[in-house]
């Protein structure tokens, strides 16, 4: 006869003393799904319950005997229901394991409504003990720190507030920002329409980061926002964004996460915040490297939203030479207009300007439309002159050196704007990891035609061995597409991986006659920026009947199941007289 209705238990006609044993608290747990080891030991309850009388009372304990969970033992485990009338009464639950313990107490009413009045308290000395009961994706890394923590609550299913309160120190665990050891402060209240934290603080020794938080059904808000490194502040504003950090929680979506028809209210800057700096003092590598200063304001509802940025970043890199990146931009009326400037050392400064039509709604942005195709875009980027060792070492591929200049512009319409410009590559070297070849004396005239860019000549030193070759670029907002074509000399494949193989290398042997060996027509290298990936297609020619070709496609490295090298060599126009492919090519290029 078991009820339907929670409020119903103390309708049934029952009187009489309990006593009962779970001598395999393990088998027990998996009635109500927990795997199987989760816990260890024995349960026993005793009591007494009168749902006959006029009130209906009672009062249940039990105690563990030797449990442990997930491999942390409980040195106790016990708490008391108390049963009075329509209200239930959690009484004295202990937890505890050496000094760390788990206190709750609270009622309920079983009557429509149910309310209910609880707290619950604990302390834990070294969160590292617990590393068992945490996601199995951080048990590798560093878990520690402490941690106090005091909750109160009251009211009913549909109307309930309470206050929270969290000090933890030293807290160290695998995830951003928490990978160099933390105290967390939070303070504050809560009720159905909102989270309030009167404090909120981040800190160790180099930094901290606080303010007022609240989160709402529909909003996070961050007031008196403020960031200090080094006993300096460099950074503050307000922060308010129409995001609901609930379902943010359960989609890990800002877009679902977003309420459109709430305004943003941002008002941030910053004041020679050291990016290097930063990332030690949270143990992260990701922060990059440079000196910024900037402000960002922006206000408004999604679809008429206004923006107004300007942004500095000096010193980008190690054992660079001087370098300054300036960024502004400006939104408003669904049009975005910015510019960029970056000087390094002595180059001459690299310059952008855009220009575009923006569809700021929701659905166009969850349906990647946010880019108005009946209105014109202008993008623009102007290379004077650009040494390569003048970037920072981070950015210079294969430790490259050399002169980049050039420029590019987009004009038209979305998805296929007027694409126009030209660039070269003088003198350039490269000197990429093994196995990959050293590049030197690389020289390289672009022309962009038909949203294309043409590469005549593209001519260099691979393994100190002379080669010519020819080639042409296309990109798109999703990836990129290279073809390579030998120019002058024709070009022998001696070896390569297996077909669908991954390759990591490019390895060229010399020079030499031909040797009946499949000639290299074309490489083809594609790749897709999201998700990262890139495939090599080579067409090669058996013999001297140029309709003769076959197609092999590899994978990058890291998808690749057995990856393996190229090896080749050039064979000069002298060594391939009397084949006559040199102008079969041309004609069929």
Not at 236 to 244: A, D, E
Not at 279 to 302: M, N, Q, Y
Not at 499 to 505: E, L, S
């Amino acid at each position: 006869l078991w009820p339907e209705r929670l409020q119903s238990w103390a309708q049934l006609p029952f009187r009489g003393q309990i006593n009962a044993a779970i001598p395999d608290l393990n088998g027990f747990a998996q009635l109500f799904g927990a795997t199987t080891g989760d816990f260890s030991g024995a349960l026993s309850a005793k009591g007494e319950v009168d749902l006959v009388g006029p009130e209906a009372s009672g009062r249940l304990a039990w105690d563990g005997q030797e449990v442990t969970f997930r491999g942390v033992n409980l040195n106790s485990l016990g708490a008391a229901i108390q049963l009075h009338g329509r209200e239930v009464a959690l009484e004295n639950l202990e937890i505890r394991h050496g000094e760390d313990f788990l206190r709750a107490q609270g009622s309920v009413e079983l009557a429509d409504g149910h309310r209910f009045s609880g707290r619950l308290t604990g302390a834990i000395g070294d969160l590292g003990v617990y590393a068992p009961l945490l996601p199995a994706a951080w048990r590798s890394g560093k878990i520690g720190g402490g941690a106090t923590f005091d909750w109160r609550g009251d009211g009913t299913r549909g109307a309930h507030s309470g206050t929270v309160q969290l000090f933890a120190h030293g807290l160290q665990l695998p995830v951003a920002p928490f990978r160099s050891p933390l105290d967390l402060t939070l303070e504050g209240s809560y009720s159905p329409r909102d989270i309030f934290f009167r404090t909120f603080r981040l800190a160790n020794e180099r930094f901290s980061l606080g303010g007022f938080l609240m989160l709402g059904s529909n909003f996070i808000e961050l007031q008196a926002f403020e960031l200090s490194l080094e006993g300096a502040r460099r950074g503050r504003g307000t922060i308010f964004l129409p995001v609901s950090f609930e379902r943010w929680r359960t989609t890990r979506s800002w877009l679902a996460a977003l309420d459109e028809e709430q305004k943003f209210d941002i008002d941030l800057s910053f004041d020679q915040l050291d990016l290097a700096q930063l990332g030690r003092a949270l143990g992260e590598d990701s922060f990059g490297s440079g000196v910024l200063d900037g402000k960002l304001a922006a206000f408004g509802l999604l679809r008429t939203l206004q923006v107004t940025t300007d942004w500095r970043l000096q010193n980008v890199g190690t054992e660079a030479a001087p370098n300054a990146i300036d960024f502004s931009g400006r939104l408003e009326g669904g049009r975005l207009e910015a510019s960029a400037s970056a000087k390094f050392g002595i180059s001459e400064p690299v310059s952008a300007q855009v220009w575009l039509p923006l569809r700021l709604e929701k659905k166009q942005l969850e349906s990647g439309g946010w880019l108005d195709p009946a209105a014109p875009l202008f993008a623009s980027v102007a290379c004077p002159a650009l040494f390569l060792e003048t970037l920072p070492n981070e950015w210079r591929a294969g430790h490259g050196r050399g002169l980049v200049t050039g420029n590019i512009s987009w004009n038209g319409k979305y998805p296929a704007p007027a694409v126009s410009g030209e660039g070269d590559i003088l003198d350039a070297a490269f000197r990429p990891p093994p196995p990959w070849p050293e590049v030197t004396a690389l020289r390289a005239h672009f022309q962009v035609a038909e949203n294309a860019a043409v590469i005549d000549p593209l001519q260099g030193n691979v393994d100190s061995i002379p080669l010519d070759l020819r080639g042409r670029l296309s990109t798109s907002l999703a990836g990129f597409g290279l073809t390579i074509f030998p120019g002058k000399s024709e070009i022998e494949l001696l070896s390569q991986p297996p077909a669908g193989a991954g390759f990591f290398g490019v390895r060229v042997l010399g020079e030499g006659r031909r040797e009946g060996r499949p000639l290299l027509r074309e490489a083809l290298v594609r790749g897709t920026l999201w998700p990262a990936a890139i495939s090599l297609t080579i067409t090669e020619q058996a013999g001297p009947d140029t309709s003769s070709v076959l197609q092999t496609t590899y994978l990058s490295e890291a998808a690749g199941p057995a990856a393996g090298s190229f090896l080749l060599r050039v064979v000069p126009p002298a060594s391939a007289e009397g084949f006559g492919l040199s102008d079969e090519r041309k004609e069929t290029r």
